[in-house]
């Protein structure tokens, strides 16, 4: 895949992803009085997977090859899906009875969540961090077990003959359970199996700790802000999961929702950018930057959002003593559109305290024995071949967004505002003109 089919695939699932949230945002808010508490209004799907599709789109698009992005992307995605269908299967039977509605909607959230936590894509996200690289091949095994685990948690949930949701009265079977293993998975099987992936998880955040014990130099300072964030999520979470379903049952859905929006979706995020600023991990200065300018639009849309839409419907059921849902609707349009010309005006006050930083990357480039080549093919063949040669380098340069400083001869001189920029570019030079039979010093 070239860097540049991997960006438009990065961004476009992130751009998905954020589709997605913004769904369950809008579906949260007109279910808003069937909404009983925090667990219900799905504060998982829609903080966690902001974040971690803003830094899996800006890895992914800049390191194709590294892994790591593209695992963010997935946890993002999966952790998004389930919000969607949880409320809008609360949409189909509260809010608006008798809309379109199938029971798998709800079977697919479920079986998407169960591909994350606790021992698959969040555990394989640990064991690959910073670099996208296992810490050794042992720590492979760890991958493996949370896989396999991950599958049998799958298998539970999709035999599983119980309910799979219940909104008031109405039960909601599961479509593909099996009769006469009811409770598999909230029995002993599927809490054997949680609690067994909450020990891979933990293993694997030792794997940060010891990755961090082993590094010297920048690498240290930039897996120091990791290893932080990744400690306290992985110990908050377990600790105060398993305190949750031995003493307070009752309460294991709120303690877990906090617990894992304090952890995974605030602090790891926020540690890969304060690492990304201040030590420039993976070349990505602008994380921050970006991150700020898109949550601030995103609090100031929600917000100016959610008071109209107050406003309005009051006005509106004054009026004709019912709410509309096209005026939900035509806001939540609105505030769409509004969200360019408002990411316009915040971000200049944004780049005035939070700067997107670049290192400047210079490139050099010429033909390997070009005086020779010169002599060998004679000056009319050897201009052509160089207006090949230069425009070939001109279209790469366009490409990797790089701007030529001078040329002198068959010399390229360009620039680059970052270091990856400039070496996928090398890349790139050195790989076309191979066409032409030339080899080229970069």
Do not use: K
């Not at 803003?54 to 946890?75: D, E, M, Y």
């Not at 107050?310 to 096209?326: G, T």
């Not at 915040?346 to 080549?373: E, H, K, M, N």
């Amino acid at each position: 895949m070239t860097s540049r089919r991997a960006a438009i695939l990065a961004w476009s699932l992130a751009g998905l992803i954020l589709v997605v949230v913004a769904t369950t945002a809008v579906l949260v808010l007109l279910n808003r009085d069937s909404i009983h508490n925090i667990d219900e209004a799905n504060l998982i799907e829609i903080v966690l997977p902001i974040g971690f599709a803003f830094v899996g789109g800006l890895v992914a698009s800049r390191l194709p090859a590294n892994p790591l992005g593209w695992v963010f992307l997935a946890i993002s995605l999966c952790n998004a899906i389930p919000g969607t269908t949880i409320q809008y299967t609360r949409y189909a039977f509260a809010t608006h009875p008798g809309a379109p509605f199938t029971a798998w909607i709800p079977w697919f959230g479920n079986l998407t969540d169960s591909f994350v936590y606790p021992a698959g894509l969040a555990t394989l996200a640990l064991l690959l961090i910073p670099n996208g690289r296992f810490l050794s091949d042992r720590w492979r095994l760890v991958a493996w077990a949370g896989t396999v685990l991950t599958a049998a948690l799958l298998v539970t949930t999709m035999l599983d003959p119980e309910l799979i949701s219940s909104q008031g009265p109405v039960r909601i079977a599961n479509p593909t359970g099996v009769a006469g293993i009811a409770t598999i998975s909230q029995g002993p099987v599927g809490y054997g199996l949680f609690l067994g992936g909450l020990g891979i998880l933990a293993l694997a955040g030792a794997a940060v700790v010891i990755r961090l014990r082993r590094s010297t130099g920048d690498e240290r300072l930039q897996l120091r802000w990791v290893a932080y964030a990744v400690a306290f999520s992985v110990l908050s979470n377990v600790i105060l999961t398993l305190i949750a379903l031995f003493f307070l049952p009752a309460s294991a859905g709120i303690v877990v929702t906090i617990a894992t929006i304090l952890g995974f979706g605030v602090a790891m995020p926020a540690s890969f950018a304060v690492a990304m600023l201040r030590y420039r991990l993976y070349d990505l200065d602008l994380l921050l930057n970006r991150t700020v300018v898109y949550g601030a639009v995103a609090v100031v849309l929600l917000a100016v959002f959610g008071i109209a839409d107050v406003v309005a419907q009051r006005a509106v059921e004054s009026v004709f003593h019912q709410r509309s849902e096209l005026v939900t609707a035509g806001l939540g349009l609105g505030a769409g559109i509004a969200f360019g010309p408002m990411r316009r005006r915040i971000r200049p006050f944004v780049d005035r305290f939070l700067p997107a930083r670049a290192r400047l990357t210079l490139l050099f480039a010429d033909i390997v024995g070009s005086t020779q080549a010169i002599v060998d093919l004679g000056d009319e063949r050897w201009r052509d071949l160089l207006d090949r040669f230069r425009a070939t380098v001109r279209q790469e340069l366009s490409r990797h967004h790089g701007r030529e400083v001078n040329t002198a001869g068959d010399a390229f001189f360009a620039a680059f505002d970052r270091p990856t920029a400039g070496v996928r570019c090398a890349e790139a030079i050195r790989d076309s003109v191979r066409g032409l039979g030339l080899r080229v010093r970069t």
